[in-house]
């Protein structure tokens, strides 16, 4: 997935350059910065910051639109999802590193990068065909850019909704209990849930769905069918956690794009079925 989103960015940023050179500049400069910004606060290691650069990159690529606006594109929604995961994981610090489950002090790894934003890059890409065919960006039938841009911010929304829910659940939500069978379960259990945890995630999908909402100008109709998407993600999440990864079938990133997919997955059904 990564190498073949790298592959796209460097075609679409020699094409910008050609076609548009500020474009390119401004896309690459922004995605640069992120990426050193994260390393900076050490949330990520360098591989996972690059991996990162490239996912933006590729992501604000695929929802440019002319006027050219750089905080018009999916920059805003990454923006949140990045901000919201580093607060959290950096909530009670301390007391998650006593449990041994606080992350590691290095960051992030790619692999969890592209788990997280990997599938989001992926249903974007499907824009730039979009535009190329001409479909206009206010259009609401399936394959249009809305809807398309739609599928993606839900899979970002749950991104940012399953870290800010473990996070925020081990120092705030007490005793979790596992989404199965609701019987207590340790802090940081897979598949273990506390109401703090599934609040605090809900609205993390909630911010993120809202910011590139208002980015992309996609209404209400966009904000509720991404965030109904990101909360389906959070739970399916816990699910797999307490099925698949507690019998060791599936590890954590593995989960973590499957969780995004199912999000991605949930929008579509809704768009499907909206009038």
Known sequence: MLPAAAVGVALQTHWWAVNSWPVAVVTGGLSLLLGLAVLWLRAATPWAALAGVVLTASLMFSTEHFPYRPWQTALAPVLAVSLLTWAATRLGREQKERLGTGEKRQGRQASQVAANLGLAALV????????????????????????LFAVGLAALAEAAADTV???????????PRMITTLRPAA?????????????????AAGIVALAGSLALGGGTAMLA?????????????????????????????AVNFLSTASASLCATALLAIQP
């Open 124 to 147: 974007c890409g499907g824009l730039v065909q979009s535009r190329l065919s001409g479909t206009a960006w206010g259009a609401r039938a399936a394959g249009s850019p809305m809807a």
């Open 225 to 253: 069918v991404s965030w109904a998407g990101g909360v389906f993600g959070l739970l399916f999440d816990s699910l797999l956690g307490a099925t698949l990864e507690r019998r060791g079938w599936l590890n954590n990133d």
């Open 187 to 203: 802090p940081g259990t897979d598949g273990a849930i506390s109401l703090a945890g599934t609040v605090a995630g809900t609205l």
């Open 165 to 175: 829910s473990s996070e925020v659940g081990q120092v705030l939500g007490g005793r």
